[in-house]
């Protein structure tokens, strides 16, 4: 199928929109690598397309299945942002496409916290570890009535609870902390990982 002005019109429309969400996330240079993938892709499903008496309602549907700008534009982000996370493996790569692909579904979303959740907790055993020797009395393992009831910083001090624990919590919080740090930035590694593979092959299919 070959476009009219019109047509050729519709889909610049459709790059222009899509280019201004690309360039909200992504460095210009990215942006102009997408663009131009995404026209090819375009123009590549119309040359293939069939000739109708209806140029309109052929274009909306090649476009229809392809996915509004916004959307279209939001699917790449997360495919660059993972490919940085998988390949190069730095801290804020990962954490930005974790929080990226939580939104694309709830088991997703729940592996993210999950992680999440580990990334903090590491950097919480971290800070116990900071913070014991300049607040020993604040820091430790938080007894009442002989029964371990909490563990790590209280401030001030809570009535009718105790600390205990002695200098040995520093290297037992630091070796926890960077473990647990360690184990967590492996798994989103690798689960950022299986989600950008999952995504190549759906879209090579």
């Excluded at 090649?62 to 801290?91: C, F, H, K, W």
């Excluded at 009718?160 to 930035?185: C, D, K, N, R, T």
């Excluded at 689960?191 to 092959?201: P, T």
Aim: aromatic share 8%.
């Amino acid at each position: 199928m070959i476009l009219s002005d019109t047509g050729e019109s519709r889909v610049r429309g459709y790059l222009h929109i899509f280019e201004r969400a690309m360039r909200a996330a992504q460095p210009r240079a990215l942006t102009e690598d997408a663009v131009r993938e995404v026209e090819s892709h375009i123009r590549e499903r119309v040359a293939e397309a069939q000739p109708m008496p209806n140029e309109r309602e052929a274009l909306e549907r090649i476009l229809d299945q392809l996915g509004t700008p916004g959307r279209v534009a939001r699917a790449y982000s997360l495919e660059l942002m993972m490919d940085e996370a998988a390949i190069g493996g730095r801290v804020v790569a990962v954490l930005r496409s974790l929080f990226h692909a939580a939104g694309t579904g709830t088991l997703a979303f729940f592996t993210a916290l999950l992680l999440f959740t580990g990334y903090a907790s590491g950097i919480a055993l971290l800070s116990i570890a900071a913070l014991k020797p300049i607040f020993p009395g604040n820091v430790g393992i938080w007894m009442r009535d002989g029964i371990p009831r909490a563990f790590g910083g209280q401030f001030p001090a809570p009535a009718g609870m105790e600390v205990a624990g002695g200098y040995w919590i520093i290297p037992f919080a630091l070796a926890a902390g960077l473990a647990l740090l360690v184990v967590s930035h492996r798994a989103a590694r690798r689960w950022i990982g299986s989600l950008r593979a999952k995504r190549v092959a759906g879209r090579t299919e």
